[in-house]
Structures are given as structure tokens and as C-alpha cells.
């Protein structure tokens, strides 16, 4: 059945409050508005920052930065990581300004793709990028879950921890996000809005601490030290994979873009929210690392730590408090909970969009919105179950930590270069290109090509283990498991996708009446057609 939407003057689209701007560039695009735009500026620059949370990531994952390198790894790794972070993102937002779309990343592939070769590529970028963000909230939720263990390592001595605790307190933590996703989705930008205060006030009364009351460690320790805890023979090596603490704090920027379809006058606030995400978290980020290894005290004591977190050792010898410390604590919880609760949300949109596109499996069902809520349930709960699934590696693996965090910053920037790649290639053969309000002007294609050469440098470290000899116990399972990610998508593509896959559905066209006033005829989706 076909039907069209006028774009008034309202800027209202069946009460989804869509500005006629946003109308239009979904019509250009080629897809129907299904989602209530609630997002402004503030509340999205609010939901970026939180979901990103830079210095919190610093001070959760510490802990691979100082077995491998160091302080020398960490300092000077984290500047490089802002540059490369920066280039990144910043092609990403001038490719969200063409095109703000949830799909994102395999959309823009689709794009600028050749076009024998868009609709393989389009496929196999979806499945890596839908699971990446899979896997990023599963590190989140790692982090947040074994945060809470630790704390019960901290104040109860008689109890003893087992892994599969961790991957229970993972589940009851999806819970809540699950929840508050569905039935309190008309709060998350005041979550957010929240979310952002915290993430501001929380660093400051942290930093005011630690100055004030911690021990001091000298400049040359901070600035010079360098620790080869991993048993590699090289330095080198265990420098690299000693920047997976300052990587893994930058992955996920794009995060708003997924949210896209949500977010009033999106061309133009998604690539500021970007840009702003980054600059914010980093200053911040480097900020806190400073503070922390000037408050660190003995290296080997804070990684010995039964709680499984150097953070909290450092709170609890700051405070010489297990209460206080805990309190400190409870503070990097809270913030992860407002990240995870815009981490889920933004998932399942990108999980819906590739949906949307018939590129999952049981595409016409993952592919709903409710009708009461104007989400996608079935999407936010086929995430959840896969987040469960991933969780499982924390019971087989004593060194979950390394292979959840190097799984979801890998298939991440997998998924961000295959785009910045093409996008480059466009550049450097003259093509045209369809830029939106935000560009990068001339500078573009260099800053292509220092994103693609960072990126390139991270993904041949991330996979690595964090020390040597490797046991089955030890290994880090996240270039075994996105390999087999990569199977299984090539399996779906000769079953599915090269029969019925084209790349991303038109779902609608841009008209105008007699009076120029434009109108979007919404028409049915091929995607019904794909299961």
C-alpha cells in the first residue's frame, strides 16, 4: 500500500516531529521516517559524551596500558591515539553529513563503492559493523558487571569470586538497559542530559581527590617509565599493544550517528556532536591519565589487586578507605550506566537499519518498530540475547578483559576504514561527491589517509595477547572470533545475500504538487520479501 507524508510547515511527521530539513534528507536518501526525532543538540552532544566516556574508559581499562608499556605507552600513546581518533572522526562526520542515516557505515559504503563490487561489500561491512557495536556494548557491560564484582571483592573478604558470577551480574546489568530502552525511552535524553553532568562533575570531584589526597609519584616516573609485563622480547611490541587502554577509550564515537534518525536537523548536528565528542573526552581523558599515574604509587601493587581492577586500588590507597573507595567507585558505575543505556539504544538502530536494508537474517521481523513506543523492540532484544551469548567468553577465559575490549575496538575500526577507504579513493581519482552542509574542504583527503594509516597500525596490534607463553586460558579470542563472524557472513551472503541483496532499499521518493510544496510517497520495501 502506498501513501504520502506532506512536510508542513509544522515540521511534523505523523507527530514524530521531523523538520521539513530532516524530511528531505530522508527522502533523498530513500527511507521513511519511523522514528520520533527527540534528540536536540544539547541532549545528543550529552549522549555522545556519556556513551563515549572517555576518562572512565582510562580508568577502567588501565590495567593493559600498564602491563604492556607503561606510563611511556599510556602518555604518548594517548596523543597519538587523539590524532588518529580525530581523523577518523572526522571523515565519518563529513560522511554523516551527507548522509545521516543509522546504517551508517555500510550505508556510505554502499555509496562510494564501485558498483560491481557495492552490494558484497555493503554486506560484509553491515555484519562487521552491526557486530562490532554488538561487541562494544559487550565490553561495557563486561566492564560494568566485573566493576561490581570487584567492589564485592572489596567489602566482603569472605567471598570468593568465580567467573560465571560476572557473566551473571553482565546479565542482570543488560536487564536494566534492556528496561530502560524500552519502557523509558521517553526519558533517555533526560538520562542523558543527566548523563553529561555526571560525566563533567564526577571527573572533577575524582581529580580534586586523588590531588589531593594520593601519593605522588615523580614526573620521571610518569613521563619516562616503561614496563614490559606482557614477557614479549620486543619493547616495541609491548608498547603497541599497551595503547589497547587509549584505543579502546576513543572507540564508539560514532555512536550518535547510529541515533541519527532520531536527532532534529541531523546533517549538521551529527558531524558537531562528532567532533565535539572527541575534543570534550579527550581533554578530559588525558586530563585523568595524568592525574592517575602521578597518584598511581607502586605499579605491581595496584595490578595485583584481588578486585581485578587497578582503579579501584587507587581510589581505596587515595582514600585510605575500602567505604570511600567504593563511594569513588560507585561514581565510574553510575556514568557506565547512562553509557550503556545510550550504547543499547544505539545499536539496536544500527541492528533495525541493516534490517530495515533485508540484510539480516529474518529481515521483515527484526525490521518492526512498535507502533506504541516508535522503537525497535525486536532489534534491542536480538541484541541483548547476542550480548549474553558474547558474555559467555568471560567464563572461559581468565584474560576476558583483553579479549572483549580488542574484539569491539578491531571490528570497529574494521568498520570505520572500509568507508574512509572509498571515500579517499573517490578523492584521489576526482569523482564527484555529494557533500553535505559539513566538510572537510581541501584538507580531506590527507586527513583520509592519516585515518586509514592509524587505523591499519591499530587493528595489526589489537588481536595480540597480552603476555607470553600463550595457554588456551590466556589467548585473546578476538581475531579467532571476528574471523568467524566473517565466515558466517560470507556463508549468509552466497545463501541469502547474492540472490536478494542489493544494498540499501528505497523505501521513498522526494515529489512535489502544483505549488512546489514538497511531499515524500512512501512505498513498500523489497526488504518484506527477505527472511
Given at each position: 500500500m502506498e501513501r504520502?507524508?506532506?512536510?508542513?510547515?509544522?515540521?511534523?511527521?505523523?507527530?514524530l516531529r521531523s523538520t521539513d530539513h530532516d524530511l528531505a534528507v530522508m527522502a533523498k536518501i530513500g527511507k521513511k521516517q519511523q522514528f520520533s526525532r527527540i534528540f536536540g543538540f544539547l541532549s545528543t552532544l550529552a549522549l555522545s559524551s556519556t556513551?563515549?566516556?572517555?576518562?572512565?574508559?582510562?580508568?577502567?581499562?588501565?590495567?593493559?596500558?600498564?602491563?604492556?608499556?607503561?606510563?611511556?605507552?599510556l602518555i604518548y600513546g594517548m596523543l597519538l591515539s587523539i590524532s588518529g581518533t580525530l581523523a577518523v572522526a572526522a571523515s565519518l562526520a563529513e560522511m554523516a553529513s551527507i548522509c545521516p542515516i543509522s546504517g551508517a557505515q555500510y550505508h556510505w559504503t554502499y555509496m562510494f563503492a564501485p558498483p560491481k563490487w557495492a552490494a558484497f561489500i555493503t554486506w560484509m561491512q553491515g555484519w562487521t559493523t552491526v557486530f562490532a557495536w554488538q561487541a562494544t556494548v559487550t565490553s561495557v557491560t563486561f566492564l560494568t558487571a566485573t566493576q561490581i564484582q570487584g567492589l564485592m571483592i572489596l567489602n566482603y573478604p569472605d567471598y570468593t569470586p568465580e567467573r560465571w558470577h560476572g557473566t551473571l551480574l553482565m546479565?542482570?546489568?543488560?536487564?536494566?538497559?534492556?528496561?530502560?530502552?524500552?519502557?523509558?525511552?521517553?526519558?533517555?535524553?533526560?538520562?542523558?542530559?543527566?548523563?553529561?553532568?555526571?560525566?563533567?562533575?564526577?571527573?572533577?570531584?575524582?581529580?580534586?581527590?586523588?590531588?589531593?589526597?594520593?601519593?605522588?609519584?615523580?614526573?620521571?616516573?610518569?613521563?619516562t617509565t616503561f614496563t614490559n609485563g606482557g614477557g614479549w622480547q620486543s619493547d616495541g611490541v609491548s608498547w603497541c599493544i599497551g595503547l589497547l587502554t587509549v584505543v579502546y577509550s576513543f572507540v564508539g564515537f560514532d555512536g550518535a550517528i547510529h541515533m541519527s534518525e532520531e536527532v532534529k536537523d541531523a546533517a549538521t548536528t551529527i558531524p558537531k556532536v562528532i567532533i565535539l565528542t572527541i575534543v570534550i573526552n579527550a581533554t578530559l581523558a588525558f586530563a585523568f591519565l595524568i592525574a592517575l599515574l602521578f597518584c598511581l604509587g607502586d605499579i605491581e601493587t595496584v595490578l595485583s589487586t584481588p578486585t581485578g581492577y587497578p582503579i579501584i586500588a587507587i581510589f581505596v590507597q587515595a582514600t585510605n578507605s575500602n567505604a570511600a573507595g567504593t563511594v569513588m567507585e560507585a561514581g565510574?558505575?553510575?556514568?557506565?550506566?547512562?553509557?550503556?543505556?545510550?550504547?543499547?539504544?544505539?545499536?539496536?538502530?544500527?541492528?533495525?537499519?541493516?534490517?530495515?536494508?533485508?540484510?539480516?537474517?529474518?529481515?521483515?521481523?527484526?525490521?518492526h518498530v512498535d507502533p506504541h513506543y516508535h522503537i525497535p523492540i525486536r532489534a534491542i532484544s536480538l541484541v541483548c540475547v547476542v550480548i549474553m551469548l558474547l558474555s559467555l567468553i568471560n567464563i572461559g577465559s581468565s584474560i576476558a578483559l583483553y579479549a572483549i575490549l580488542s574484539l569491539s575496538s578491531l571490528a570497529l575500526y574494521v568498520s570505520y576504514?572500509?568507508?574512509?577507504?572509498?571515500?579517499?579513493?573517490?578523492?584521489?581519482?576526482?569523482?564527484?561527491?555529494?557533500?553535505g552542509p559539513w566538510t572537510l574542504g581541501k584538507f580531506g583527503l590527507f586527513i583520509n589517509l592519516y585515518a586509514i594509516a592509524f587505523g591499519i597500525f591499530i587493528i595489526i596490534f589489537l588481536p595480540f595477547p597480552a603476555a607470553t607463553p600463550v595457554s588456551a586460558t590466556s589467548m585473546n579470542y578476538a581475531a579467532p572470533v571476528f574471523v568467524f563472524l566473517e565466515l558466517v557472513a560470507l556463508l549468509d551472503w552466497f545463501i541469502r545475500g547474492r540472490k536478494h541483496y542489493a544494498g540499501p532499499l528505497k523505501e521513498a521518493t522526494v515529489m512535489t504538487d502544483e505549488n512546489k510544496t514538497p511531499t515524500v510517497e512512501i512505498v513498500q520495501s523489497s526488504a518484506d520479501k527477505m527472511m
Amino acid at each position: 500500500m502506498e501513501r504520502s507524508i506532506e512536510m508542513t510547515s509544522a515540521g511534523r511527521d505523523n507527530g514524530l516531529r521531523s523538520t521539513d530539513h530532516d524530511l528531505a534528507v530522508m527522502a533523498k536518501i530513500g527511507k521513511k521516517q519511523q522514528f520520533s526525532r527527540i534528540f536536540g543538540f544539547l541532549s545528543t552532544l550529552a549522549l555522545s559524551s556519556t556513551l563515549l566516556a572517555s576518562w572512565e574508559s582510562v580508568a577502567e581499562s588501565i590495567a593493559a596500558g600498564l602491563t604492556n608499556g607503561g606510563p611511556v605507552s599510556l602518555i604518548y600513546g594517548m596523543l597519538l591515539s587523539i590524532s588518529g581518533t580525530l581523523a577518523v572522526a572526522a571523515s565519518l562526520a563529513e560522511m554523516a553529513s551527507i548522509c545521516p542515516i543509522s546504517g551508517a557505515q555500510y550505508h556510505w559504503t554502499y555509496m562510494f563503492a564501485p558498483p560491481k563490487w557495492a552490494a558484497f561489500i555493503t554486506w560484509m561491512q553491515g555484519w562487521t559493523t552491526v557486530f562490532a557495536w554488538q561487541a562494544t556494548v559487550t565490553s561495557v557491560t563486561f566492564l560494568t558487571a566485573t566493576q561490581i564484582q570487584g567492589l564485592m571483592i572489596l567489602n566482603y573478604p569472605d567471598y570468593t569470586p568465580e567467573r560465571w558470577h560476572g557473566t551473571l551480574l553482565m546479565w542482570a546489568y543488560l536487564a536494566v538497559l534492556f528496561a530502560a530502552n524500552v519502557w523509558g525511552i521517553r526519558l533517555l535524553p533526560l538520562i542523558e542530559l543527566m548523563g553529561g553532568v555526571c560525566h563533567i562533575a564526577f571527573f572533577v570531584m575524582m581529580l580534586i581527590v586523588l590531588v589531593v589526597l594520593s601519593p605522588r609519584s615523580s614526573a620521571e616516573f610518569v613521563f619516562t617509565t616503561f614496563t614490559n609485563g606482557g614477557g614479549w622480547q620486543s619493547d616495541g611490541v609491548s608498547w603497541c599493544i599497551g595503547l589497547l587502554t587509549v584505543v579502546y577509550s576513543f572507540v564508539g564515537f560514532d555512536g550518535a550517528i547510529h541515533m541519527s534518525e532520531e536527532v532534529k536537523d541531523a546533517a549538521t548536528t551529527i558531524p558537531k556532536v562528532i567532533i565535539l565528542t572527541i575534543v570534550i573526552n579527550a581533554t578530559l581523558a588525558f586530563a585523568f591519565l595524568i592525574a592517575l599515574l602521578f597518584c598511581l604509587g607502586d605499579i605491581e601493587t595496584v595490578l595485583s589487586t584481588p578486585t581485578g581492577y587497578p582503579i579501584i586500588a587507587i581510589f581505596v590507597q587515595a582514600t585510605n578507605s575500602n567505604a570511600a573507595g567504593t563511594v569513588m567507585e560507585a561514581g565510574l558505575i553510575i556514568i557506565a550506566f547512562a553509557s550503556g543505556f545510550a550504547l543499547l539504544a544505539s545499536v539496536s538502530r544500527l541492528t533495525f537499519a541493516f534490517a530495515r536494508d533485508g540484510g539480516m537474517p529474518f529481515s521483515k521481523f527484526f525490521a518492526h518498530v512498535d507502533p506504541h513506543y516508535h522503537i525497535p523492540i525486536r532489534a534491542i532484544s536480538l541484541v541483548c540475547v547476542v550480548i549474553m551469548l558474547l558474555s559467555l567468553i568471560n567464563i572461559g577465559s581468565s584474560i576476558a578483559l583483553y579479549a572483549i575490549l580488542s574484539l569491539s575496538s578491531l571490528a570497529l575500526y574494521v568498520s570505520y576504514l572500509v568507508p574512509i577507504s572509498l571515500l579517499a579513493l573517490k578523492r584521489i581519482r576526482g569523482e564527484p561527491i555529494p557533500f553535505g552542509p559539513w566538510t572537510l574542504g581541501k584538507f580531506g583527503l590527507f586527513i583520509n589517509l592519516y585515518a586509514i594509516a592509524f587505523g591499519i597500525f591499530i587493528i595489526i596490534f589489537l588481536p595480540f595477547p597480552a603476555a607470553t607463553p600463550v595457554s588456551a586460558t590466556s589467548m585473546n579470542y578476538a581475531a579467532p572470533v571476528f574471523v568467524f563472524l566473517e565466515l558466517v557472513a560470507l556463508l549468509d551472503w552466497f545463501i541469502r545475500g547474492r540472490k536478494h541483496y542489493a544494498g540499501p532499499l528505497k523505501e521513498a521518493t522526494v515529489m512535489t504538487d502544483e505549488n512546489k510544496t514538497p511531499t515524500v510517497e512512501i512505498v513498500q520495501s523489497s526488504a518484506d520479501k527477505m527472511m
